[in-house]
């Protein structure tokens, strides 16, 4: 379980805190506007109304105590700008920062945040990978090239075992698990059978996935 100081609680932001609260994780929220605090209460450890770009109201939340600060604010990126840089400056173990677009990246990058997240970029490679293929049912992309996928069996691997597919050898692409019914199987062997109705977990290059899938 971590700490976690969350800033802004726009949709981004209170999309977040769900997500840390249904991983059991600790999140402070901090936001200016009342409305939107009130809004979070159920489903975080706590929260305050206040100005993050506020150094002395900062001050008060004890920064250093968090495993991690995330600035999710989005309709202000001067606000979002100072508010890193004073959470690097209070002593923040590390800061995630949302941007939306190439040159904030830069600029969060260079006065406080230690990574950050683009939303609308990443929704569109998902977007795009996605809408190319009737095989693609979900993607993630890795360092690199590289990237997992989750695709539809295709028909002609109907009632094959993975052994007998044999795409580790002949594309460099590893199965990591199988999903029926909406339940995912990582415990699977070579002898595992394909077949209609799953979906595959699969980890490779991505121009490796494509030449396998006619993608």
Not at 70 to 96: C, Y
Not at 140 to 163: H, R
Request: charged share 25%; proline share 1%; hydrophobic share 40%.
């Amino acid at each position: 379980m971590k700490s976690v100081l969350l800033i802004g609680l726009g949709r981004f932001g209170r999309h977040i805190a769900q997500k840390l609260n249904d991983l059991n994780h600790q999140v402070m929220a901090v936001d200016i506007n009342e409305e939107r605090v009130n809004a979070s209460l159920s489903f975080v450890t706590s929260a305050q109304i206040g100005d993050s770009t506020s150094e002395e109201f900062l001050s008060t939340l004890g920064i250093r105590n968090f495993d991690v600060c995330i600035v999710a604010i989005g309709d202000n990126f001067q606000n979002s700008l100072e508010t890193a840089s004073l959470l690097k400056e209070l002593g923040a173990k590390k800061v995630i920062a949302r941007a939306a677009r190439g040159v904030q990246e830069k600029f969060l990058l260079r006065n406080g945040a230690d990574e950050v997240v683009y939303p609308e970029k990443q929704l569109a490679n998902w977007t795009a990978i996605r809408c190319t293929s009737e095989h693609i049912l979900d993607y993630i992309d890795l360092d690199g090239d590289y990237s997992i996928f989750e695709l539809a069996i295709p028909e002609i691997w109907d009632g094959k075992t993975i052994l007998q597919i044999d795409i580790r050898r002949k594309y460099g692409i590893n199965i990591l698990g199988v999903r029926e019914k909406g339940k995912l199987n990582m415990n699977i062997t070579p002898d595992t059978v394909l077949h209609s109705g799953l979906s595959i977990l699969v980890l490779g290059h991505q121009k490796a996935v494509q030449k396998c899938f006619r993608i």
